[in-house]
């Protein structure tokens, strides 16, 4: 994909809030009808980048391009729709009429209950915006960000506050959306919603980008793999002492005891397991979960090197 074909580029940015470097030399890109999840704890520069993005801030060094303008042209946000962590809505409007005003802005805007269904609210349409529930004002916030049917839609943390049922409705309102051939750029520290909806991930920590790619691809970045075992339950405090191994899960079963283990190298466990004649069955190794991977990621003071393995189909071995 060339530079030209990408609705997002962020070359070398850095920005700084007085002594505080809230992105470090930051590179990234967003093509044409991706859908990206940017994940990393609090403060890691997520909400910093989006705002570049947004125009809303100017990078101290670097350059951030949008549609292949200037972020803070209007003109290059004319295909923009953004909804930020935190929206204030006229609570005496009901909201068909907020809708009716962002869509009053636009040319082809969204018909309203079309836009209402999709995010769960049809329902609403005539109820003050003052009179609804937080996750209900939230999932109206993220549905104006769509009023103008736009190409890239940034979306900054976009369930917080949401209950399941909420969540979901709203991951499938993104979902179909993406589908028409818009680009998503969103932030979260929630790996659920990253797993349910990005197809690229970017893992954002202390202000830098410490791994981007698809989920595999970053899970494929962390050594540590998952050893399934089934063991006889008198056997359990051996694999417990077994040094750079750690015991996730142990669930009693009628053939003895399923163990699943933690370790940096699976063979050399399985190895260890034989020599110590640890009797065993039923061996699955798999790769690290996201999580596992989100929180190496963002303990380590840098970009971690591929592990080889990491990538690799389960494998189940019988003994």
Same mark, same amino acid.
Request: glycine share 0%; charged share 25%; net charge negative.
């Given at each position: 994909m060339t530079r030209d074909e990408h609705v997002v580029v962020a070359d070398h940015v850095t920005r700084r809030f007085g002594a505080v470097v809230a992105l470090d030399d930051?590179?990234?890109s967003v093509g044409q009808g991706e859908l990206v999840g940017l994940l990393g704890p609090n403060g890691a520069g997520k909400t910093t980048l989006l705002s570049l993005v947004a125009g809303l801030r100017k990078p101290d060094a670097g350059t951030v391009r949008l549609f292949g303008g200037d972020p803070r042209d209007a003109r290059s946000r004319l295909s923009l729709g953004t909804t930020p962590q935190e929206t204030g809505l006229p609570s005496t409007l009901r909201v068909q009429e907020v809708v009716a005003l962002v869509a009053g802005h636009y040319?082809?805007?969204?018909?309203t209950g079309? &836009?209402?269904? /999709?995010f769960g609210l049809q329902d &609403?349409?005539? /109820?003050q915006t003052g009179g609804l529930s937080g996750g209900q004002k939230r999932r109206l916030a993220v549905a104006l960000a769509l009023v103008g049917r736009p190409r890239l839609v940034l979306l900054d943390e976009p369930t917080t506050g949401l209950d399941v049922e909420g969540r979901h409705v709203l991951w499938q309102a993104l979902r179909d959306y993406h589908a028409d051939g818009?680009?998503?750029?969103l932030t979260s520290h929630y790996l659920e919603e990253v797993e349910a909806l990005a197809h690229r991930v970017v893992v954002v920590g202390h202000g830098r980008v410490l791994a981007d790619g698809g989920l595999a691809d970053v899970v494929a970045l962390v050594a540590r793999r998952r050893v399934l075992v089934t063991v006889p339950a008198d056997a359990l405090p051996r694999l417990e002492r077994l040094p750079g191994v750690e015991v996730l899960e142990a669930a009693g079963r009628p053939e003895g005891v399923r163990v699943t283990l933690l370790a940096a190298d699976a063979d050399e466990l399985v190895r260890t397991l034989v020599g110590?004649?640890?009797p065993f069955r039923d061996l699955e190794v798999r790769g690290a979960s996201l999580e596992e991977a989100f929180l190496a990621l963002t303990a380590s003071d840098g970009v971690l090197e591929p592990a080889r393995a990491?990538?690799?189909p389960v494998q189940e071995v019988r003994s």
């Open positions: 930051v590179s990234l040319a082809a805007p969204m018909p079309e &836009l209402l269904e /999709r &609403l349409a005539r /109820r818009a680009t998503v750029l110590q004649d640890v990491a990538a690799e």
